[in-house]
């Protein structure tokens, strides 16, 4: 597979924040377009004033009108939005949320149709971007509607080299979480957390640890049962389902000793218990990646981060670290789905008679051998 091929479809987040910062900066290395074909879902005329803003080098853009038109070796953009928006930097506003989200919008469209192969979005504001066809908290939830169901839930996970931190709930006030937290929403989440580091990470046999919800796991229903009664009997119900899980372990002490490096995945309870870690750890190059959909979307680990948009100040080693999980997701996918098409079919033979079956996924005493 000619990786220059692989489509990468990019909104440009919040007008008013650092998307359009570090995607200009990211893409000031041509040599990233050898690796993927970039197309930014915006305004150029938005990336130009973001540029001469920023006294950033010159960047050619090429102005496509469809993504079936982009270029190889360039750098891609679909006007999108209106070109006369106004841009306030570090300013909420509700302009900047209506682009935002008709840039999400646009590139959510393509990769459905199969126009590009993977989303890569910028940080958006979750205040102004509401509106009737966006009442979500996150990118997360909001593109599992688009792309989930009943049995595919979205799963938030936030990744770094071989750290990969998953959250059983997401985006929800922490006085809801305990109600929010049961037996089935674990199993579920341990589901999909076990086939994505199979599918998307090609880890063979994951071992994933589990997080308690209350401090020292409980201290033995001292501090609160819910590992008893919910978190353990879930693990219990994942094992029979083939996922290999460990804990609860009480959060300060799994991370303050980096337990977190002996194991391929760990969920967390909640956004802050598993995050707040995970980016005092990896704030400048992680990557948030949403498991669980038949699409790949990666985005920075960071915000909007008004209080430095304009000011030539931000990194893009986040948002650059997340194109190259998508590409990496992207291509383990495609080796995944080739790797387990055509499994092979089970042969038997029926006793009795000559053509006495043998299952073969059977042990020799199970076959009367």
Do not use: W
Request: hydrophobic share 40%; glycine share 8%; aromatic share 8%.
């Amino acid at each position: 597979m000619d990786e220059r091929l692989i489509k990468v479809g990019i909104t440009h987040g919040d007008i008013n924040g650092i998307g359009y910062e570090v995607i200009l900066k990211t893409f000031s290395d041509i040599r990233l377009t050898d690796l993927c074909t970039p197309i930014i879902y915006g305004s150029s005329k938005i990336a130009a004033y973001h540029r001469k803003a920023l006294d950033l080098a010159p960047l050619n853009m090429n102005i496509i009108s469809q993504a079936e038109d982009a270029g190889v070796n360039r750098v891609n953009i679909i006007n999108c939005v209106n070109d006369e928006i106004k841009v306030e930097l570090s300013k909420s506003t509700e302009v900047a949320g209506k682009a935002a989200f008709k840039s999400l919008e646009a590139a959510v469209s393509d990769i459905k149709r199969g126009a590009v192969d993977v989303l890569l979005t910028a940080p958006i504001n979750k205040h102004n971007i509401q509106n009737e066809n966006f009442h979500f908290p996150g990118h997360t939830e909001y593109l599992e509607q688009c792309f989930g169901d009943a049995e595919k839930k979205a799963l938030m996970i936030l990744m770094k080299d071989g750290l990969r931190v998953a959250l059983v709930t997401g985006h929800v006030p922490l006085s809801q979480v305990a109600s929010s937290i049961n037996t089935d929403n674990i199993v579920n989440k341990l589901r999909v957390f076990n086939h994505s580091l199979i599918q998307d990470f090609g880890i063979v046999k994951p071992r994933i640890a589990v997080l308690s919800l209350n401090p020292h796991a409980g201290d033995a229903g001292l501090l609160g049962t819910e590992e008893e009664t919910i978190i353990k009997p879930a693990m219990v119900e994942a094992e029979k389902k083939g996922v290999m899980s460990f804990g609860p372990y009480p959060a300060d002490g799994f991370f303050g000793s980096r337990m977190y490096d002996k194991f391929d995945g760990v969920l967390a309870m909640y956004h802050d218990q598993g995050l707040a870690p995970f980016k005092a750890l990896a704030m400048d190059d992680g990557v948030n990646f949403t498991a669980g959909l038949p699409v790949v979307r990666t985005s920075p680990a960071h915000g909007t981060a008004y209080d430095i948009a304009g000011k030539n100040l931000a990194s893009e080693e986040s948002f650059r670290q997340a194109l190259y999980a998508a590409l990496d997701i992207y291509r383990n996918r495609i080796r995944y789905k080739n790797a387990t098409s055509n499994p092979l079919r089970k042969q038997y033979f029926e006793k009795g008679g000559d053509n006495e079956k043998l299952d073969l996924t059977k042990d020799d005493e199970s076959n009367g051998l």
